[in-house]
């Protein structure tokens, strides 16, 4: 079986290192590189190029978005088996060797590899706790992958139609769905981690997951959560601070009763995720870490609030009989 590893870059020569190193450290090396560049202006070609420990072809395709930057690498790939990633991660050494055992059978045509956050600094201990998931999170048989650790035969992607260019965000989950609805639940590889980095502060992680919404929107993605969302923060939530505020004494005491009920919910599994990554952090550290989650929280579900209907308005205007997706 031979394996072609693809994946995109932009303006990436300061995550590039860590993630050739990772590929040129792999128990099983692919059998051939694929990258494309959407229009770098700083060394990420350079870089790639000057490679010498791995033969990469570098396609490059300046103002190519993420989806269309897949499809030329997938589409110049000389192998069925893809291995797909992205710059600003680093690969656990049997990563590749993991993810694509399962294609050994003819019968499975995608596999979901698996990825833990690698932080540097408290915020991003912080922030990996609160929004990425820990195994013991995952649901093998509904689990849908990043493409930052996936592997797909060639000729599932063709079948599909391959990633939509026609969105920018998400639409790795769009791709995912389409394969899901195809040959149903993709194999899974935990064991092919991708060490992923969090972002590193509250301004990126907001205009983050404002455009994961707004993906959302354009796709008409998981319309019940954002309106569970909406309603939580819109009305439940101001029903409450009325009644803390200026209700009767019952009334004030079951709103603060919700209102704790509610935070402890919020920040639950955030909290359990800390307590796993923050072994290196100083007790000081750890406070703030502990702080930072719920404010973490809150700015990503406004920033999730305010990017739906942009995507929403987009999707009225561009693409009228898009269907939903749960």
């Not at 050494?93 to 995608?110: K, M, Y």
């Not at 639409?171 to 981690?193: K, N, Q, S, T, Y």
Request: glycine share 8%.
């Amino acid at each position: 079986m031979r394996v072609t590893l693809v994946f995109t870059v932009l303006n990436e020569a300061d995550s590039l290192p860590a993630l050739l190193d990772s590929i040129a450290a792999q128990t099983r090396r692919p059998d051939e590189i694929v990258v494309c560049d959407g229009g770098s202006r700083d060394a990420s070609v350079a870089l790639l190029r000057g490679d010498r420990r791995l033969e990469i072809r570098v396609i490059e395709a300046p103002g190519a978005n993420i989806s269309r930057g897949r499809n030329l690498a997938i589409a110049a790939a000389s192998h069925d088996v893809i291995a797909c990633t992205d710059a600003g991660v680093r690969l656990d050494p049997r990563w590749l060797e993991a993810i694509v055992a399962p294609l050994t059978d003819e019968r499975r045509h995608a596999v979901a590899g698996f990825f833990t956050p690698d932080p540097r600094t408290t915020f991003e201990v912080a922030m990996g706790a609160t929004v990425l998931p820990e195994l013991r999170d995952i649901r093998p048989e509904t689990f849908l992958p990043s493409s930052r650790s996936v592997a797909f035969r060639k000729s599932a992607w063709a079948a599909v139609g391959g990633y939509p260019e026609w969105l920018d965000y998400c639409e790795d989950l769009i791709f995912d769905m389409a394969l899901r609805e195809r040959w149903g639940a993709f194999a899974f590889a935990p064991e092919a981690v991708a060490h992923f980095r969090p972002r590193g502060s509250l301004r990126a992680f907001f205009k983050q997951y404002y455009r994961y919404a707004r993906g959302d929107g354009k796709a008409n993605l998981f319309l019940e959560r954002h309106l569970v969302r909406y309603a939580t923060y819109l009305i439940a939530l101001p029903a409450l601070l009325a009644g803390l505020v200026g209700g009767a004494p019952m009334v004030k005491l079951l709103a603060a009763a919700l209102l704790l009920a509610g935070a402890a919910a919020y920040t639950r599994a955030p909290y359990r995720r800390l307590r796993r990554l923050w072994s290196r952090l100083t007790w000081p550290e750890r406070l703030k870490a502990v702080a930072l989650v719920p404010i973490i929280r809150v700015v990503g579900d406004v920033a999730k609030m305010l990017g739906y209907p942009a995507g929403v308005g987009w999707r009225l205007q561009h693409r009228p009989g898009c269907r939903s997706h749960r």
